[in-house]
């Protein structure tokens, strides 16, 4: 399973990953953390991207990802 970063995940639900990315990212399940989810839809808020979550065609490219939680201990290792 492969956890892609915020910008990556952009680039694949926006149809921009290179064929060589594309290739690398096809061959395995997909994961993101929550809080990637929550700055795609924060930058399409500002008008920095567009790339709507709840636009049919991103809900079903999602629909198999997993999404990692953000819990309490994450929250406390990480600052």
């Given at each position: ?43 399409n808020q500002l008008g920095r ?31």
């Amino acid at each position: 399973m492969l956890v892609l970063d915020t910008h990556i995940l952009i680039e694949a639900l926006a149809g921009r990953l290179r064929s060589k990315d594309l290739s690398i990212v096809s061959r395995d399940t997909w994961s993101v953390s929550a809080i990637s989810l929550w700055e795609v839809a924060k930058l399409n808020q500002l008008g920095r991207i567009e790339v709507d979550l709840e636009d049919a065609d991103v809900v079903r490219a999602l629909a198999p990802v997993h999404v990692w939680p953000i819990t309490l201990e994450l929250s406390r290792v990480s600052t």
